[in-house]
């Protein structure tokens, strides 16, 4: 199968001050295509970090990042946003959907950034509508609806394009629990339909045991732990 995201030795720190906050020191994963990895760690560990290490949206001060085989933290900034735009899904915890389009038209942004707006492009997000139970919402506009349904309709945006990999960013954690729960069932069931490498940020140990593989953040080390084990 192969890995589609590795990280090899990957230090990070901010300056805060006078001082430097390390939230990475050395940090080592590789990731299979087709996987489901859920991340673990407290608050401030460099959870969200390591998320934007994967999507070039922050470059390592050591080590490398490779996507699909590409050393994103050898790109220049137009290569890596060229990068994210065409391989890389986002969902957040706040969905971001942007409120002066239509629900429709919030899922054909990425076809359009991408150059992909075509028939089959709207074919495909059309379908993915369907397939989160919005399709009778399509020319609706986001304020119009629910929590859960903002979130529906931004795990369909993540995946209009076909990335090659989705990060989602605790994407049930602003959502009640039968809410969250139709989320996770939508991240099963598309994702691995479409066969995408899901990597989900979560402090949730129920939501970390429907993945193939839990890593966790601690001391800016990642540690393998089986899924449904003890949160740290």
């Known amino acids: 199968m192969g890995h589609l995201v590795l990280l090899d030795h990957i230090h990070k720190g901010y300056r805060e001050g006078d001082r430097e906050r390390i939230v990475l020191r050395g940090a080592d994963l590789g990731i299979a ?3 489901w990895l859920a991340l673990l760690g407290r608050s401030g560990s460099g959870k969200s970090t390591l ?7 922050d470059l390592p001060d050591r080590g490398e990042v490779r996507v699909d085989g590409l ?3 050898r790109m220049t900034e137009r290569e890596r946003t060229l990068f994210r735009r065409n391989r890389i899904g986002f969902v ?6 942007i409120p002066t389009l239509t629900v429709l038209e919030n899922l054909l942004l990425p076809l359009e950034l991408a150059g992909a707006d075509d028939r089959a492009g709207r074919a495909r997000a059309a379908e993915l509508l369907d397939a989160v139970g919005l399709g009778d919402r399509a020319a609706g506009y986001p304020d119009r609806l629910s929590g859960g349904e903002q979130q529906r309709v931004a795990v369909a945006r993540a995946l209009v394009h076909q990335p090659s990999l989705v990060l989602a960013d605790e994407p049930t954690g602003n959502l009640d629990a039968e809410s969250g729960a139709q989320v996770l069932a939508l991240f099963q069931e598309l994702v ?14 129920e939501v970390a045991r429907l993945a ?4 966790c953040i601690r001391d800016g080390l990642l540690e393998e732990r089986m899924a449904g084990g003890a949160p740290p």
Not at 51 to 57: E, F, R, S, T
């Open 92 to 97: 957040f915890q706040f969905y971001n959907l």
């Open 192 to 205: 691995r339909r479409g066969g995408t490498t899901l990597v989900m940020v979560t402090h949730s140990d």
């Open 212 to 215: 193939d593989r839990v890593v």
């Open 71 to 73: 050393p994103i933290n």
């Open 33 to 35: 295509r087709g996987e």
């Open 51 to 57: 998320l934007n290490l994967m999507a070039g949206i």
